[in-house]
């Protein structure tokens, strides 16, 4: 069993910025859940869902890119392949204090296959490395990039291993590595998270390689004996459904990863901080329940937690405000 304890006490180690991160997360993870996780840990780096750079070049770029304050450490993931549209998109990025512009190209969808960017750019790596240059000649906050081991059935190492290298010799020095293929063609993206086994030994294997590039591990990962043990073998570990699903574990990462004291945050000042917040978004247009859903998990395993999901998800209440929600459900608990 892994320790409890950071496993280093190296202050580089405990506070490398990409030491615990919550993954870009499609519809999932936008600037209402990042607020949410936000309060319960202060310094897990947080990712936007992925934004395709169309939408910021030729949409209204400040619906995707606005976010609160305390979201740092933050960065925008971008979905595109042009070198010179995924520079524009970086410029913006740190227009707007991204401390972080990421480059998917992991994502296997058909959809994000036919725009000819995702998973599909592991094909050709020079374009990426061309990519690479162009958003790092464009900002001096960091570039990155988030991809798989491989393409759909070929488990050789070295396409990965040359994809690293060439694109560590464009400039990018982190790489975020989800540890399972991307089968492209006959899986669906949720298909593609689960049937590809994962091989951690391959992510292994590039921080072995590459010992000078800052190697982080994604995919399978569920609880804290997980992220300690990987933490022994890469410098960083990113965390996706579960920490969307299970949001309460997040409160325990500064404390278990990050060398923190332990705030011991209770469930119900976090509901009141998050209501507190939406309420404030409320105001603004935002719909409740959009907000509401990022929170559902927060009482998983606690009594009454099937009750509370149900008044929160319930649209009979998307009127309201947030804080009224919240005083039928502390009515209801007063009346049990």
Same mark, same amino acid.
């Given at each position: 069993?892994?320790?409890?304890?950071?496993?280093?006490?190296?202050?580089?180690?405990?506070?490398?910025?990409?030491?615990?991160?919550?993954?870009?997360?499609?519809?999932?993870?936008?600037?209402?859940?990042?607020?949410?996780?936000?309060? #319960?840990? @202060?310094?897990?780096?947080?990712?936007?869902?992925?934004?395709? !750079? &169309?939408? *910021?070049?030729?949409?209204?770029? +400040?619906?995707?890119?606005?976010?609160?304050?305390?979201?740092?450490?933050?960065?925008?993931?971008?979905?595109?392949?042009?070198?010179?549209?995924?520079?524009?998109?970086?410029?913006?990025?740190?227009?707007?204090?991204?401390?972080?512009?990421?480059?998917?190209?992991?994502?296997?969808?058909?959809?994000?296959?036919?725009?000819?960017?995702?998973?599909?750019?592991?094909?050709?790596?020079?374009?990426?490395?061309?990519?690479?240059?162009?958003?790092?000649?464009?900002?001096?906050?960091?570039?990155?990039?988030?991809?798989?081991?491989? #393409?759909? @059935?070929?488990?050789?190492?070295?396409?990965?291993?040359?994809? !690293? &290298?060439? *694109?560590?010799?464009?400039?990018? +020095?982190?790489?975020?590595?989800?540890?399972?293929?991307?089968?492209?063609?006959?899986?669906?993206?949720?298909?593609?998270?689960?049937?590809?086994?994962?091989?951690?030994?391959?992510?292994?294997?590039?921080?072995?390689?590459?010992?000078?590039?800052?190697?982080?591990?994604?995919?399978?990962?569920?609880?804290?004996?997980?992220?300690?043990?990987?933490?022994?073998?890469?410098?960083?570990?990113?965390?996706?459904?579960?920490?969307?699903?299970?949001?309460?574990?997040?409160?325990?990462?500064?404390?278990?990863?990050?060398?923190?004291?332990?705030?011991?945050?209770?469930?119900?000042?976090?509901?009141?901080?998050? !209501?507190?917040?939406?309420?404030?978004?409320?105001?603004?247009?935002?719909?409740?329940?959009?907000?509401?859903?990022?929170?559902?998990?927060?009482?998983?395993?606690?009594?009454?937690?099937?009750?509370?999901?149900?008044?929160?998800?319930?649209?009979?209440?998307?009127?309201?405000?947030?804080?009224?929600?919240?005083?039928?459900?502390?009515?209801?608990?007063?009346?049990?």
């Amino acid at each position: 069993m892994p320790s409890t304890n950071p496993p280093s006490d190296n202050a580089s180690a405990l506070h490398n910025p990409w030491r615990l991160c919550v993954a870009p997360m499609l519809d999932w993870t936008d600037r209402d859940c990042r607020f949410l996780h936000r309060l #319960l840990t @202060r310094h897990a780096r947080l990712y936007t869902e992925m934004i395709h !750079v &169309g939408a *910021l070049l030729h949409g209204d770029a +400040a619906r995707w890119l606005q976010f609160d304050a305390c979201e740092h450490p933050v960065a925008l993931q971008l979905g595109g392949s042009d070198p010179h549209d995924l520079a524009s998109a970086a410029r913006l990025a740190a227009q707007w204090g991204y401390d972080e512009v990421n480059l998917n190209c992991g994502c296997p969808s058909e959809r994000v296959q036919r725009g000819s960017f995702g998973a599909c750019l592991m094909r050709e790596p020079q374009l990426v490395a061309d990519a690479i240059k162009a958003m790092r000649d464009a900002v001096t906050i960091p570039v990155t990039v988030k991809h798989r081991i491989g #393409l759909d @059935r070929d488990e050789d190492y070295a396409p990965v291993r040359d994809f !690293v &290298g060439l *694109l560590a010799q464009a400039g990018c +020095a982190v790489f975020i590595v989800h540890a399972r293929n991307a089968w492209l063609k006959g899986l669906s993206p949720k298909e593609n998270r689960e049937v590809p086994p994962l091989r951690y030994e391959v992510v292994q294997r590039l921080k072995a390689d590459f010992p000078r590039l800052t190697i982080v591990v994604n995919g399978g990962i569920r609880d804290s004996a997980q992220v300690h043990a990987h933490l022994q073998q890469v410098d960083g570990v990113m965390v996706g459904r579960e920490a969307y699903h299970n949001p309460w574990w997040l409160s325990r990462w500064d404390a278990e990863f990050f060398g923190m004291p332990d705030k011991a945050l209770r469930v119900e000042d976090v509901e009141r901080a998050y !209501v507190d917040y939406m309420d404030r978004r409320f105001r603004e247009g935002a719909a409740t329940m959009g907000m509401a859903r990022h929170m559902l998990g927060l009482r998983n395993g606690q009594p009454g937690a099937r009750r509370w999901r149900q008044l929160w998800s319930d649209h009979r209440h998307k009127h309201l405000r947030p804080s009224q929600i919240l005083a039928m459900h502390r009515d209801g608990m007063t009346q049990n």
